[in-house]
T-cell receptor, first 114, second 111 residues
């Protein structure tokens, strides 16, 4: 089955450590996105990529970094510069040429900073 | 960008229709209405979208008013598994346009 796989599902980190969240899709989608969700809130866009080797900052990119070396993969690194990293992180993809804003989401990664 | 207004929460009896309203009075001509839902601790799931005509699929129906300033998502026979947060989003289909997920409506389906 085609879909988006995020790993790990749960992650604990000590303050000052960088951590990388994995996002892999086998949908052959062009665009990929990372969102952050805090408890009881909506989703906020961190970074997005519309094509390999290109990505743009979203609304809350500070303290995060991404890469897009392959169409299938869009890993997110939460750096020690992110002041409040505990959150639920969601990766999504979209097939741009369809024209519609239909996103497919992964199951999410829940990061807790101890 | 057109903003949307949704009730914070709603209840619905199991087996009855759930009607979720959304106001988008500043919608422009090329903007679509999208609905997603998010079951607790999962990623959001696409439900349906439309421009001006009513739409129906296996999950739901979308009714858009003639002036396009509001819409209603209808789940015809709500089940307990439909308990979720429902997001109404208005956006054009330009490739660079990002979807913004606001607070949404928390639908509780009760037995």
């Amino acid at each position: 089955d085609g879909g988006i796989t995020q790993s790990p599902k749960y992650l604990f980190r000590k303050e000052g450590q960088n951590v990388t969240l994995s996002c892999e899709q086998n949908l052959n989608h062009d665009a990929m996105y990372w969102y952050r969700q805090d408890p009881g809130q909506g989703l906020r866009l961190i970074y997005y990529s519309q094509i390999v080797n290109d990505f743009q900052k979203g609304d809350i990119a500070e303290g995060y970094s991404v890469s897009r070396e392959k169409k299938e993969s869009f890993p997110l690194t939460v750096t020690s510069a992110q002041k409040n990293p505990t959150a639920f992180y969601l990766c999504a993809s979209r097939q741009d040429h369809s024209g519609a804003n239909v996103l497919t989401f992964g199951a999410g990664s829940r990061l807790t900073v101890l | 960008d057109a903003k949307t207004t949704q009730p914070t929460s709603m209840d619905c009896a199991e087996g009855r229709a759930a009607n979720l309203p959304c106001n988008h009075s500043t919608i422009s001509g090329n903007e679509y209405v999208y609905w997603y839902r998010q079951i607790h601790s999962q990623g959001p799931q696409y439900i349906i979208h439309g421009l001006k005509n009513n739409e129906t699929n296996e999950m739901a129906s979308l009714i858009i008013t003639e002036d396009r300033k509001s819409s209603t998502l209808i789940l015809p026979h709500a089940t307990l598994r439909d308990t979720a947060v429902y997001y109404c989003i208005v956006r054009s289909n330009n490739a660079g346009n990002m979807l913004t997920f606001g607070g949404g409506t928390r639908l509780m389906v009760k037995p």
